[in-house]
Nanobody, 121 residues
Framework: QVQLVESGGGLVQPGGSLRLSCAAS????????MGWYRQDPGKQRELVAS???????NYADSVKGRFTISRDVAKNTVDLQMNSLKPEDTAVYYC???????????????WGKGTLVTVSS
């Protein structure tokens, strides 16, 4: 089994910064893609940023230039540095990983439980 544990959420004023971290543990042979999604109540979960094991990153248009994703492939961790935060960034942020638990197994999607980010004055 694979577990993803997020940390770093909280309350921040508009214009402020937060850093989210996620660590994957358990039976892990390889992680192909790792990243962050977010969800507002009543809305669909949306991609924020993701990074392949090659280092190629992908960002939602709404966060480009403000958020930066980084990943430590050896440690199975992914971070999201969020700057210039806006009230519309308020959401529950979920860590995501596409994991091959063992060499003979297929890749499977795993999710963390989520961490709340609130941007408000």
């Amino acid at each position: 089994q694979v577990q993803l544990v997020e940390s770093g959420g909280g309350l921040v004023q508009p214009g402020g910064s937060l850093r989210l971290s996620c660590a994957a543990s358990g039976s892990i042979f390889n992680i192909y893609l790792m990243g962050w999604y977010r969800q507002d109540p009543g809305k669909q979960r949306e991609l924020v940023a993701s990074m392949f094991s090659s280092g190629l990153a992908n960002y939602a248009d709404s966060v480009k230039g403000r958020f930066t994703i980084s990943r430590d492939v050896a440690k199975n961790t992914v971070d999201l540095q969020m700057n210039s935060l806006k009230p519309e960034d308020t959401a529950v942020y979920y860590c995501y990983a596409n994991v091959k638990p063992r060499v003979e197994m297929r890749y499977k999607d795993y999710w963390g439980k989520g961490t709340l980010v609130t941007v408000s004055s």
